[in-house]
Structure formats: structure tokens, C-alpha cells
């Protein structure tokens, strides 16, 4: 720079002339040198567009949570359990995306109207501001939020040019409501704690979906058979007050009915519906024990239909440890029991005493008649959107849809305890091509050890239709073998796609 009074050249940093020791005009900055203020309003700088990526991310992963505990929950409900979680179409699905659209909206619009901030903004320090600086409201934030509709457009693509173009960097739900997101300073500590409510929501969705899974019906990724399973182990149920008892000389059984698992309440004194599982809590005493106080003890389990028909095949349980004797024993009853009074003969053998006996607590089923099968029949056929899901009347689906169907297979003939049986399966388009063709989509030859005339095997299966199928009227078509009776039974139902 040079010295305006003798000319002489100094640096540019130099406030005095090096030689004359005249004061210099100050240094003038290049335009380009001087950086550009950041945008703010009154008391509050604006947040940048990373930080409000970042905390949708993190509202992303607490909805996302929600619709899968949402999602298990309909499925253990309206049908649509997998193996690996669930799967919906129809109906159920359109609910299922409704209702958690439904959620998101509500959190966003609560968290940011009453408390500025959700808890994915809270936890990267920005908050939603009025442009004036004060505190959002309900309404501004209902209309922020409705408008993501329109900003959310190819994945959040038009809000992200508008906030691009606006020098605030709003979005179009931010120009109509009037409001900003700015820095809110908010310490450590609280965006530590909403980090903390975050997880703990996502932990508590992650932990429903979980439990909700595994309380879900066994799920099939085909068509399949379902047969009744046999729940034996220990474990028990029933009564309210003081537990019940029966005796036999010196033996003295005390028994609980159970509400839900072997672990649940007392039951309340009422009947049993098909399906459900009946528990079971016993203790024994007045049995002999050896010198050393060890016992030698054994008992049987075995429950009887009013027919006094085993509904399974004896459990027996042994027990030498001295003390008092007890355990828990549980049992499903078929979806095909008759309706009476039943007994769970308990034989107890002492080996000590040399002493066999049986007790039979009671219980009672109460259940719809079913008119027994004279042949092979199939009964109560019907399509529905979900696995043994609501029927449709008329079936009618969209392209693209999962097509479910279900029926009961009553009749077989057995052999002793053995039953043969093998199903085909044809499905036919609209103009009566095979498009799907399972010569062996089953085949069962298996001992039921309970089998009265009321017995049947429930089926169920799917197929998927593509999105170009032809439209039209479908058909399904099976032919059910029964290989010890030697009789077929051919079956036939159709459904339309639109």
C-alpha cells in the first residue's frame, strides 16, 4: 500500500506509513473475501438442511418401529403371520398403512405444535419457530405438517428444492404455516434424554413385535395342512380362591386350573371352547419315601373326551427327590372335540408303597354340534385376502393380490389309528389353461391317536396373482384321495379377477 503523504510502499497489513509514520486509509476487503451471514430470524440462527435430514432419519426409525408392532398386531388379528413377521394385502393392508399414516402425522403434529420439536429435532438441537421467533402452535404445526404431502413428493425431492431456493430454508408446509426451523441451543443433557426416549420407544416397539410374533398362529409360505399339535410338559389351570382337592388313602392331590399359560392366574369356573389350551398346577402328597427320604414315584397324565377317548396318548412323569411333589401339565383341545364333560386321569404309581390309583379332576367344553362325516367331504370352503382371513362374498380380487383359500377336509377312513390321504392341485385361467399345477400339494399317511366320528384336517394355502394376470373368472380345482378307503372326491371353486 502506498503512503498517501510520501509515497513510499508498505505492506498491506501496515495501519502507519514504515516511513514517514503517516496514518494509512484502511486496507478496502475483496467482495469475494467477505462470507456470506447466515440466514436467521429475530434471537435465532436457521438450521442447516443436515441437521433436519439427520432428525427425520431418527423420526423415521421410531415410525417405522410402530408400523411393525401395528402391522404384527393386525396380523395376529385379522390373519397374515410369515414365519419371519407378517404379510397383508387387501383391506387389512390399506388399513394398516391408513392408520400409521394416520400416527405420523399425529406425532408430528403434537411433538412440534406443544413441545417445538419431535424427538428425532430434539435430539440435534433444532426446533420448528414461528418466522416472528415465538413458539409454534397447534395450527401452525397441523399445517406444516398436513403440507407433507406435497413436500414429500419423490421422496422428500420438491421440499428439498423449494428449502434450496428459500432463504430461510423452508419448505412449502413452512411458507403456508409461517413457520422456520432454527437452532435451539438446548443443552447435553435434554437431547441426551430425548435420545434415551427415542430408544426406548423403538426397544419397546421392537419388543411387541416380538412377543406379538410369537403368540402369531404357526404361518405356512404355501398351500399346507395344519394338524393339531400336542402340548404336553408340565403345567396347569383353574379355579379362583382356594385350590381344589382330591383324595385317595394317604394321597392328597392339590390342582389349579390356569388362565392363559402355566404361570397365570387362577381361571375363573367356566367352560373351555375348542382350540384353546388347558393348564394345569398340581401338588402330591402322602406318597412313601424310602430310608434314604427319596421317593419312587410316577405319574400319568392323560386326558379324556366324555367318551372317555384319550384326546392324547398318556404323559408320564417320574419323581424320586424328596419333599413335596409338583409340576405343571397342559394339553389343546382340537378344534373338533364334542361338547361335555371331561377328566384328566391322573394315575399315580408309588413304588415305595406298592400303590397304583387314579384321580380325575374335571372340566367342561362347551361347543357348537358338528354333524360327523359318512365319506370323505370337504366343508366350509372359501377365499379371503389373508389366511383364514374374513370370507369374501363374492370372491372378487385385484391384480396383483394374494389369493387365500381354506376348507376342512372331513370323512377320511382310518386303519387302527392310520390315515392315508393325498391332494392335488390344479389352478385354471379364464380360459381354462393350467397355470398352476401341484400333483402333490399334499400327501398325508400319519397315526392320529384321537380320531372320532366329528374328526377333520383344516387346510389353507395361497396364490399369488402377478400384476398382468387376465382378468376374469379362475378356477380351483383339487382331487382329494382317500388311499384306505380307496374313494376320491374331486373339488372345485372359482373366483373372480377384475
Not at 355 to 366: A, D, G, K, Q, W
Amino acid at each position: 500500500m502506498f503512503c498517501p503523504a510520501c509515497g513510499h510502499q508498505n505492506p498491506p497489513e501496515a495501519r502507519h506509513c514504515m516511513s514517514c509514520g503517516a496514518q494509512l486509509p484502511a486496507a478496502s476487503i475483496p467482495p469475494t473475501m467477505v462470507a456470506p451471514p447466515e440466514p436467521q430470524i429475530v434471537g435465532h440462527r436457521i438450521a442447516s438442511l443436515g441437521a433436519r435430514f439427520v432428525a427425520a432419519f431418527f423420526d423415521g426409525l421410531l415410525l417405522v418401529a410402530v408400523y411393525f408392532v401395528s402391522g404384527m398386531w393386525m396380523a395376529n388379528r385379522f390373519g397374515g403371520a410369515t414365519a419371519e413377521g407378517f404379510s397383508m394385502g387387501g383391506p387389512p393392508a390399506l388399513i394398516l398403512i391408513a392408520s400409521n399414516l394416520f400416527f405420523g402425522l399425529l406425532y408430528f403434529w403434537l411433538f412440534e405444535g406443544i413441545f417445538g420439536a419431535t424427538l428425532g429435532k430434539a435430539i440435534l438441537g433444532i426446533r420448528v419457530r414461528t418466522i416472528a421467533g415465538a413458539p409454534c402452535t397447534l395450527g401452525a404445526s397441523l399445517i406444516r405438517n398436513v403440507l407433507r404431502i406435497i413436500d414429500g413428493l419423490f421422496l422428500y425431492l420438491v421440499g428439498l428444492l423449494v428449502c434450496l431456493f428459500s432463504k430461510l430454508r423452508q419448505r412449502i408446509g413452512d411458507r403456508l404455516a409461517g413457520t422456520v426451523v432454527v437452532e435451539s441451543g438446548a443443552g447435553a443433557g435434554l437431547r441426551s434424554f430425548a435420545a434415551l426416549m427415542l430408544m426406548a420407544a423403538i426397544g419397546a416397539s421392537a419388543w411387541g413385535f416380538f412377543v406379538l410374533h410369537q403368540q402369531a398362529p404357526e404361518a405356512s409360505t404355501g398351500p399346507s395342512s395344519t394338524t393339531t399339535s400336542v402340548a404336553t410338559s408340565t403345567t396347569i389351570a383353574k379355579s379362583v380362591g382356594e385350590p381344589l382337592v382330591l383324595s385317595s388313602g394317604d394321597f392328597r392331590f392339590t390342582y389349579t386350573w390356569r388362565e392363559g399359560s402355566k404361570d397365570g392366574p387362577a381361571r375363573l369356573p367356566r367352560p373351555y371352547q375348542r382350540g384353546e389350551t388347558v393348564y394345569l398346577s398340581y401338588e402330591l402328597a402322602g406318597y412313601g419315601a424310602t430310608a434314604e427320604g427319596r421317593a419312587d414315584l410316577t405319574l400319568e397324565f392323560a386326558p379324556m373326551d366324555p367318551n372317555r377317548l384319550p384326546l392324547y396318548a398318556p404323559r408320564s412323569l417320574a419323581f424320586s427327590q424328596p419333599g413335596t411333589v409338583s409340576g405343571n401339565y397342559w394339553f389343546e383341545l382340537h378344534p373338533f372335540v364334542p361338547a361335555g364333560k371331561y377328566q384328566l386321569a391322573v394315575t399315580i404309581r408309588d413304588a415305595v408303597k406298592n400303590i397304583e390309583t387314579t384321580l380325575s379332576p374335571e372340566f367342561e367344553v362347551e361347543a357348537a354340534p358338528i354333524a360327523p362325516a359318512t365319506s370323505l367331504e370337504a366343508r366350509n370352503f372359501q377365499f379371503s385376502t389373508s389366511k383364514d382371513g374374513p370370507p369374501l362374498d363374492p370372491p372378487v380380487f385385484d391384480a396383483g393380490q394374494t389369493v387365500h383359500y381354506s376348507f376342512d377336509l372331513f370323512g377320511p377312513q382310518f386303519e387302527g389309528d392310520r390315515a392315508n390321504w393325498h391332494i392335488a392341485f390344479q389352478l385354471l385361467d379364464p380360459g381354462g389353461k393350467v397355470v398352476l399345477d401341484r400333483p402333490d400339494w399334499d400327501s398325508t399317511n400319519q397315526d392320529f391317536p384321537y380320531h372320532p366320528a366329528t374328526f377333520f384336517m383344516h387346510y389353507s394355502g395361497y396364490v399369488s396373482l402377478p400384476s398382468d394376470v387376465p382378468r376374469g373368472t379362475f378356477t380351483v380345482r383339487m382331487q382329494i384321495n382317500d388311499r384306505i378307503a380307496n374313494r376320491s372326491l374331486p373339488l372345485e371353486s372359482k373366483f373372480e379377477v377384475r
